[in-house]
C-alpha cells in the first residue's frame, strides 16, 4: 500500500512509502466537512478523523513561508505589528505588539510587566558645554563652562519656554557675562536687569556660577537660588 500525503510547499500529493502489510478497513466520522484534511485518530492505522484544517490552511502558511527571499515581505506576513512605532516585544510565553509611547516618553525596563519594558517620562538629562570662544548663543536646558583669559558672553536664548533653564560656570580667568535679547529680563533676588539688549549678568570671579529659570516665555529670567561668587546686575 502507498501513502500520499499532502505538501504545501510544492502543492502536490508526495508518496511517502509503501506502507504495512496489514490488513482491514480503514474508518471514519459518519460526515466530514469540505476540504478538510484527514488525520489518524488512533495508533491503529485504521481510523481517521476530520482535523477541521483546509488544504488552504496550509497553502496560506505555504505562501507566508514562500516569501523569505524578501525578509521584509516574510516578516510582515507573520508580525503582530500594526501600526508606525509599534515595537515587538517577548512576553513569557511569546513575541507580541508594544504600542508606540506618548511623544517624548522613553522605553524602560520593568519586570512588573508583561512585556518586560514601559513607556515613561524621560529622565531629566542637563549637558554641559565648556566654551572656549568669547561668545555663546545658549540654549535651553544647557549649562556652559566658561573657560578663556578674556570675557566669555553668553546670550540668553530666544525662545523659551516657562521652566527652561540655562546654568553658567566660571573656569577661565576672564569670566563671564549673560548677555539679553530685545524685551529679556534676569531678576536676581531684589535686583532686575535692565530690560533689553543693555541688561545683563556678570561675574566678578573666576569661578562664579549661577543657574536661572524661564518664568515668562521668552522674556523673564530668575535665578534659583544656585549662584555663586558676587554676582553683578546691570
Known amino acids: ?106 522605553l524602560t525596563t520593568d519586570s512588573s510587566m508583561p512585556e518586560g519594558v514601559k513607556w515613561g517620562p524621560q529622565a531629566f538629562v542637563f549637558p554641559f558645554i565648556e566654551v572656549t570662544s568669547t561668545s555663546q548663543a545658549m540654549a535651553i536646558n544647557t549649562g556652559y563652562i566658561a573657560n578663556n583669559a578674556a570675557l566669555v558672553s553668553a546670550t540668553l536664548p530666544a525662545v523659551s519656554a516657562v521652566g527652561d533653564l540655562v546654568w553658567i560656570v566660571g573656569k577661565g580667568p576672564g569670566g563671564w557675562q549673560i548677555a539679553q535679547n530685545a524685551g529679556q529680563t534676569i531678576h536676581f533676588g531684589n535686583q532686575d536687569t535692565t530690560t533689553g539688549a543693555g541688561g545683563f549678568l556678570a561675574s566678578s570671579g573666576q569661578y562664579d556660577a549661577i543657574q536661572l529659570l524661564c518664568t515668562a516665555a521668552n522674556t523673564d529670567w530668575t535665578c534659583t537660588g544656585i549662584s555663586q561668587g558676587n554676582i553683578s546686575v546691570t
Open 1 to 106: 500500500m502507498s501513502i500520499y500525503g499532502y505538501n504545501p510547499f510544492t502543492n502536490n500529493l508526495d508518496k511517502s512509502g509503501t506502507g504495512g502489510g496489514g490488513m482491514g478497513n480503514v474508518i471514519g466520522p459518519s460526515s466530514s466537512v469540505q476540504d478538510d484534511i484527514a488525520t489518524y485518530a488512533d495508533n491503529t492505522g485504521k481510523v481517521i478523523q476530520d482535523s477541521g484544517t483546509k488544504v488552504a490552511d496550509l497553502l496560506a502558511v505555504a505562501n507566508n513561508l514562500s516569501d523569505v527571499a524578501d525578509p521584509s515581505t516574510a516578516f510582515d506576513n507573520i508580525s503582530p505589528l500594526t501600526t508606525q512605532g509599534d515595537l515587538l516585544v517577548r512576553t513569557s510565553s511569546g513575541n507580541v505588539r508594544l504600542p508606540a509611547g506618548p511623544d517624548n516618553q522613553v
